[in-house]
């Protein structure tokens, strides 16, 4: 993997603005460190599914580079904020991929302790100049505004978000090895979304 910060084409630049506060069109993306860290709760980890079929170990495949599973299952924003320091910011982060939150809207936590949580997460990972991409997740009957507040987040910080990262996974068996957890097909559409938010930094 390159350990040197790298210049994007312009195509590239166009959307890399959008997605970043305070760039101009003369601004080059530069992204330090070395590592792609999936981290997360248990749809980073992989529950449900064998270890080889987690998304970031699917992802991994995808993209021909090594990707770091820093997933727990049951993790909460609260835990993922505990353990940032050892699990991410000392492993070199160059792209970090978050599916954080959704233990939150599970267990009644109010969003705006979730969101604080999340914001220093994500504040923290890109004071290490490190890509930052949060999974969203949806859950009917739970959803307590939270999906607004990853957008508001997403808006604020520029970061990238993929709104809904179960979208079309939960409810069909074929895809789901539980009510939450995606099976290995599941988690393989789960890396295709994530590939696709990455690709242009790879």
Same mark, same amino acid.
């Given at each position: 993997?390159?350990?040197?910060?790298?210049?994007?084409?312009?195509?590239?630049?166009?959307?890399?603005?959008?997605?970043?506060?305070?760039?101009?069109?003369?601004?080059?993306?530069?992204?330090?460190?070395?590592?792609?860290?999936?981290?997360?709760?248990?749809?980073?980890?992989?529950?449900?599914?064998?270890?080889?079929?987690?998304?970031?170990?699917?992802?991994?495949?995808?993209?021909?580079?090594?990707?770091?599973?820093?997933?727990?299952?049951?993790?909460?924003?609260?835990?993922?904020?505990?353990?940032?320091?050892?699990?991410?910011?000392?492993?070199?982060?160059?792209?970090?991929?978050?599916?954080?939150?959704?233990?939150?809207?599970?267990?009644?936590?109010?969003?705006?302790?979730?969101?604080?949580?999340?914001?220093?997460?994500?504040?923290?990972?890109?004071?290490?100049?490190?890509?930052?991409?949060?999974?969203?997740?949806?859950?009917?009957?739970?959803?307590?505004?939270?999906?607004?507040?990853? =957008?508001?987040?997403?808006?604020?910080?520029?970061?990238?978000?993929?709104?809904?990262?179960?979208?079309?996974?939960?409810?069909?068996?074929?895809?789901?090895?539980?009510?939450?957890?995606?099976?290995?097909?599941?988690?393989?559409?789960?890396?295709?979304?994530?590939? =696709?938010?990455?690709?242009?930094?790879?």
């Amino acid at each position: 993997m390159r350990k040197k910060p790298f210049y994007l084409h312009i195509s590239v630049l166009l959307l890399a603005c959008s997605l970043f506060a305070g760039c101009s069109s003369n601004d080059p993306v530069v992204l330090s460190g070395e590592n792609i860290i999936c981290f997360g709760d248990s749809l980073t980890y992989g529950t449900g599914a064998a270890r080889n079929k987690s998304y970031p170990a699917q992802l991994s495949e995808m993209i021909g580079q090594p990707v770091i599973n820093a997933g727990i299952p049951g993790n909460t924003t609260a835990d993922g904020l505990k353990r940032l320091e050892a699990d991410v910011l000392e492993r070199s982060p160059r792209m970090v991929l978050i599916t954080l939150g959704g233990n939150d809207m599970k267990n009644g936590i109010d969003k705006k302790i979730a969101f604080k949580n999340l914001k220093n997460i994500v504040e923290a990972i890109q004071a290490k100049e490190a890509l930052v991409v949060i999974g969203g997740v949806k859950l009917l009957f739970w959803d307590r505004g939270y999906e607004e507040e990853y =957008k508001k987040l997403a808006e604020e910080k520029g970061i990238i978000l993929i709104p809904n990262v179960l979208k079309g996974l939960i409810g069909h068996d074929g895809l789901m090895s539980d009510a939450i957890h995606p099976n290995a097909a599941g988690y393989e559409i789960m890396a295709k979304r994530f590939h =696709k938010a990455i690709e242009p930094y790879l």
